[in-house]
């Protein structure tokens, strides 16, 4: 047992891996002000300044300072970097230099050589010989046994960005196991757990012993990792700064290992809270040194990279991580769990300024102490770089209070808990095989089958309904499909054992599939049912325009007529995916999110009945359509309010942009109308927002002058990004966007 | 019935806290700087019943928090006295706080019956000179000045409004005088000055009328801080919008 273990109250953490129970018992809450904050000391601000040249260096060169094209990227495959070593107080870079990026090629390694080409160089001849010629891929895998019928949901955007070329994600490693245990500690666990799983030897059984096996070969490779940076990671963190270095270092091995689209880092901070209270109470720390050890974490995440080809940028725009951090929510026992360390971690929006990553996810509770929401409405205010989430909401539904989020929006029970990612399905355009006698509207392909052409081109109601819910029962059933093979064969190919390392052994599983599109949807159902809608005919008979006689409300203005069809296509559209059988028995899940897809789902559908022309991008998430919700902010909230969270369990959604001038007059009305705002909206039981407080005016300025907003950051769907660098259609569809004003 | 011209569900200028704003139909001034030009004619808007009104405030109790509510603008909302009197007792009687904000230029029965429900009124003068008054709205002033007196008889909180105009309403002399007539007036528990903005022009390009301001500019910050010091001398709580 270490020295600084000793001194923890005890309990079922120290007979079991039990972080939970930890915390628990050992939590500070904290009710104080922010009052107590540090700046950023001189070694932070050098530090950053550092890595904001290397940054600049980065977006000049094509967004990608350097690559290492020789060395395929392992928990151990490169020497340790650093950006000043002499200034680091918290170690590790994924690779032996400031923002150079590792090929991960199991993936796939026709994605690497193209990511690779676009930047100028080639991937080494050795590696490309091992990748095509010796060791097959993820990639490979999945398009031996795609079936005709998905590929071509896939390549005509029924399905998008299903993560059969690139690395899952989502799964959330419980990374404070390393600090609290140690290496030696968590082997000898896997090891009895290995040791149990006997037979029969099932499929199931020998897949789950290999995947135990894989854990425990890289718990010995984080113990090496350790060694390069003269870190003794076999045993437990005995100090504050231990602790965050530890936690570190699990994360960084994930990082070396996989290039999932997301890669949580859970709850860390009321856990590192515990550790900073010891030091402080001890005499061991100042409060300076124990923000500075946070500025320094989280200035090490914020140059966490990944190598990826320019078109993933179309799904996922402006190179995001999602290192998503959960900060706040309660405790069971009626606790909050706001430490001094939940505002140390939002405080580094100041010390080190705005930004993307780590993506700060604040557990919303109306019963959170006040000067903690007041203190995360200036935030918001200042930097637009918070999102929040429903933390009643999804402690009593899905019963647990020690989660994270994953990816954008998704609730996981840290260490209990893993999802596979499922990317989305476009609904807009499945409603279109309704009325296109189940072939797509852009292609003419025949999609569906048994759909019957209509009676009339006016379009009626309940013809169209029907035909649509065949369309969402086929839809639904090759979705699934393709999610049981891509999970299969990561788990194969690509499977994520420094990651499963740090979570139980056959933990609970969920896939979490999303919808785009849902605003559409209502609309165009709200039009086709209150006023008349005339579908207009190319000569292959396809939709191509819809002509509107007549008024019909539209989501966003908190009116059930159209609201309550948005509520009736999400649940039914779970219900279907919830009766089909999952790989691993996972639970299936569903979320109502676009990330930045929400443009080229556009993109990639015709017009739709709601007078959408062809080509216009969805709104995301389950935001309303631009321009549409015409009685302000609040009645836009409850349309999307109305959305039940229990029949989409992944999350829904919901970015909110306003001026500041419309929260009030002066600095203290808007941080009070703000947080009056969140608590209403999460007492409807709303699931997520994002809070942007910015000027049109500011983000014009800075599409014109991007070297003037190196960390100009602002919230999209479920993420937020560095507002330069997305692409311009991607920024003028951001400003599109209803910027909430009252004015 | 009550003819809605439009609703702002997030209100953060007009009352307290977070307020559900219902714009009405119809004005009886015709204001040279009238931000809503398309609220003025009588003609228009979209007939809504007390219970739609009432269902929408109840769909936001949520978000006015301790201090929200609703406030009735437009237009000017006590045109439609005799049709509000239900809807604000019936908001009144669920616990709604009420605000109406008018140019004070109506005082009848209905208005009475109106008032009785109401927390506070946000009361717009738009000049203390009556021959500005005139050139300002197109109607003279008496009226809101005795509407003023009966709100200080029956002790009903105002909260007064005044929109500085540059060239047509920011006098010092002017605002001396405006001072001096409230000062005394227990009643008035804030004024609040309402900087001029160009944002209703195009509303009149797309009526077909003439936007007489277009030679006037938004307030610089030293007019608004040169009128805020004067204000200051006769009010306790000054603010600017």
């Known amino acids: 047992m270490s020295k600084i273990n000793e001194t923890f109250v005890k309990g ?4 079991q891996v039990n972080v939970r129970d930890f915390v628990q018992k050992n939590i500070t809450p904290y009710d104080g002000d922010s009052s107590f904050l540090c700046g950023p000391t001189d070694r932070t601000k050098k530090l950053w300044d550092i890595c904001l040249e290397a940054i600049k260096e980065e977006t000049a060169n094509n967004g990608v300072r350097s690559i290492d094209p020789e060395v395929v990227s392992s928990i151990t495959s490169h020497e340790a970097g650093y950006i000043q070593k002499d200034l680091e107080l918290i170690v590790g870079l994924q690779t032996d230099e400031l923002l150079k990026r590792a090929m991960k090629p199991y993936g796939g390694i026709a994605v690497v050589e193209k990511a690779c080409r676009e930047q100028g160089l080639e991937v080494s001849d050795r590696v490309k010989d091992i990748f095509r010629n010796y060791a097959k891929t993820h990639n490979d895998g999945v398009f031996d046994v795609y079936t005709e019928e998905i590929r071509k949901y896939r390549s005509l955007g029924f399905l998008t960005g299903l993560p059969d070329n690139y690395a899952r994600g989502r799964i959330i490693g419980d990374y404070r196991r390393l600090a609290l245990y140690g290496i030696d500690r968590l082997v000898e666990a896997k090891k009895a757990d290995l040791v149990n799983l006997l037979g029969p030897m099932s499929d199931d059984k020998i897949r789950l012993r290999e995947e135990v096996a894989e854990q425990i070969k890289a718990l010995i490779q984080i113990k090496e990792l350790g060694n390069k940076y003269g870190l003794d990671l076999s045993r437990p963190a005995e100090s504050a700064q231990e602790a965050v270095q530890w936690v570190y270092m699990a994360y960084l091995a994930a990082v070396k290992e996989q290039d999932g689209a997301a890669m949580s880092l859970g709850n860390v901070s009321s856990f590192l809270d515990i550790y900073m209270e ?16 946070i500025d320094q974490f989280v200035m090490k995440l914020r140059v966490v990279r990944h190598l990826r080809m320019n078109a993933y940028n179309e799904i996922f725009a402006g190179d995001p991580t999602w290192v998503t951090e959960a900060i706040g929510g309660k405790l069971m026992d009626g606790r909050h769990k706001i430490t001094k360390t939940s505002y140390r971690f939002l405080q580094t929006l100041y010390n080190l300024g705005p930004s993307p990553e780590p993506n700060m996810t604040v557990l919303w509770s109306n019963s959170l102490p006040e000067n903690f929401k007041a203190f ?21 539904t899905r019963n647990s209070d020690d989660y994270g989020i994953a990816c954008c929006v998704s609730f996981q029970e840290i260490g209990k808990h893993i999802q596979f990612f499922g990317a989305r399905t476009n609904l807009a355009k499945a409603l279109l095989l309704a009325i296109n006698g189940g072939r797509c509207e852009m292609s003419g392909k025949l999609i569906v089958e048994g759909i019957p052409p209509l009676k009339s081109d006016k379009l009626d109601f309940d013809e169209v309904m029907a035909n649509y819910k065949i369309a969402m029962k086929e839809v639904a059933r090759v979705y ?7 999970h299969y064969m990561h788990d194969k190919y690509y499977y994520e054992k420094a990651q499963m390392a740090f979570v139980d052994t056959n ?3 969920n896939l979490a599939y999303g919808m785009a599109g849902l605003s559409i949807v209502a609309d165009s159902l709200s039009a086709i049912k209150h006023a008349n809608v005339t579908v207009v005919r190319n000569e292959e008979g396809l939709s191509s325009e819809f002509l509107i006689d007549g008024e019909f409300p539209c989501y966003g203005n908190d009116d059930d007529r159209v609201d309550n069809l948005a509520v009736d296509v999400s649940t039914h559209f779970n219900q279907l995916l ?3 059988q999952v790989y691993k028995n996972a639970e299936p899940t569903m979320s109502i999110l676009t990330i930045t897809s929400n443009v080229v789902y556009g993109l990639k559908t015709g017009a739709t009945p709601d007078g959408r022309a062809k080509g216009v991008p969805f709104a995301p998430g389950a935001n309303p359509m631009h321009g549409r919700d015409k009685n302000g902010a609040i009645a836009s909230l409850n349309s999307v309010a109305k959305l039940d969270y229990k029949n989409a369990l992944d999350g829904i959604s919901n970015t909110f942009s306003i001026i500041p001038k419309s929260l009030g007059a002066d600095a203290e009305t808007r941080s009070e109308n703000l947080v009056t705002m969140m608590d209403a909206y999460f007492s409807k039981d709303a699931h997520h927002l994002n809070v942007n407080v910015l000027n049109r005016e500011l983000l014009e300025d800075a599409m014109e002058n991007p070297n003037e907003y190196p960390q100009l950051t602002i919230r999209v769907s479920g993420y937020a990004v560095n507002f330069v660098r997305l692409t311009r259609e991607q920024q003028l569809e951001v400003i599109s966007r209803s910027f909430h004003s009252n004015m | 019935m009550l003819r809605v011209h439009s609703i702002e569900s997030l209100g953060t200028y007009d009352g307290p806290g977070i307020r559900l704003v219902i714009f009405l139909q119809g004005c009886n001034f015709k204001c040279l700087y ?3 030009a398309d609220t003025i004619t009588a003609k228009g808007g979209s007939e809504t019943t007390v219970e739609e009104l009432v269902s929408m405030a109840n769909n936001q109790k949520a978000f006015f928090g301790k201090k929200g509510g609703v406030t009735f603008s437009g237009g000017e909302p006590l045109l439609q006295a005799k049709q509000l009197v239900p809807v604000v007792k019936a908001l009144k009687e669920a616990g709604f706080h009420i605000c109406i904000d008018t140019n004070g230029s109506l005082l009848n029965d209905d208005v009475k019956a109106v008032l009785e429900h109401t927390d506070i009124v946000l009361l717009d003068v738009k000049h203390i000179n009556n021959e500005k008054h005139q050139l300002l709205t197109g109607k003279k002033n008496d009226n809101t000045l005795a509407f003023i007196d009966y709100l200080r008889s029956i002790d009903k909180p105002v909260w007064l409004r005044y929109v500085l105009v540059p060239g047509y309403s920011d006098d010092p002399e002017h605002l001396h005088q405006l001072g001096q007539h409230f000062q005394n007036f227990h009643n008035i528990e804030k004024l609040e000055i309402q900087p001029y903005h160009e944002l209703g022009a195009h509303k009149y390009e797309h009526m077909g009328w003439e936007y007489k301001l277009k030679h006037v500019k938004a307030n610089t910050p030293e007019q608004l801080d040169a009128a805020y010091a004067i204000l200051k001398k006769y009010f306790k709580d000054v603010v600017i919008n």
């Not at chain 1, 079922?12 to 007979?15: F, M, Q």
């Open chain 1, 376 to 396: 995360c409405a200036q935030v918001s205010i200042d930097t637009s770089s918070i999102q929040y989430e429903n933390d009643d909401l999804m402690t009593q």
């Open chain 1, 507 to 509: 933990p609970r599983v």
């Open chain 1, 278 to 293: 010891y030091d402080l109470a001890q005499g061991n720390i100042t409060e300076e040194l124990a923000q500075e050890f």
């Open chain 2, 34 to 36: 009238c931000a809503n």
């Open chain 1, 12 to 15: 079922a953490w120290n007979e």
């Open chain 1, 480 to 486: 699934n499909e393709s999610m049981n093979i891509i």
């Open chain 1, 578 to 580: 919830s009766g089909l």
